[in-house]
């Protein structure tokens, strides 16, 4: 059974940082897609980062580039999101999600993803 944990979360202000951390039990991520969405109130889920199983590329969305850098340790099945210069727009709970097999057209959509943590709140607020 496949397990996602996220953690990190929490109450900031506008320019602090935050890291999450997602750990997975009952699976290999190195055999996975492991990617952070995020949902705020009253808008859709949105994909904020994540690879393919290989590593390597890490696609992002235009709104965190440059703010956000998504790694992977996959000797300790976990996935992190280190997020620098924090806005209100952040707002959200963040998810993780796996799945083995995603064509890369489908990456950025969550429907693809069978897989989810139970979420982890980030407030950015003054």
């Known amino acids: 059974q496949v397990q996602l944990a996220e953690s990190g979360g929490g109450l900031v202000q506008p320019g602090d940082s935050l890291r999450l951390s997602c750990v997975a039990s009952?699976?290999?991520?190195?055999?996975?897609?492991m990617v952070w969405f995020r949902h705020a109130p009253g808008k859709e889920r949105e994909f904020v980062a994540g690879t393919r199983p290989s590593g390597g590329v890490t696609y992002s969305a235009d709104s965190v580039k440059g703010r956000f850098t998504y790694s992977r340790d996959n000797a300790q099945n976990t996935i992190y999101l280190q997020m620098n210069s924090l806005e209100p727009g952040d707002t959200a709970v963040y998810y993780c999600?796996?799945?083995?097999?995603?064509?890369?057209?489908?990456?950025?959509?969550?429907?693809?993803?069978?897989?989810w943590g139970q979420g982890t709140q980030v407030t950015i607020s003054s």
């Open positions: 999600a796996a799945d083995r097999q995603i064509m890369l057209s489908s990456l950025r959509s969550s429907d693809a993803y069978d897989n």
């Open positions: 009952g699976i290999s991520i190195r055999n996975y897609h």
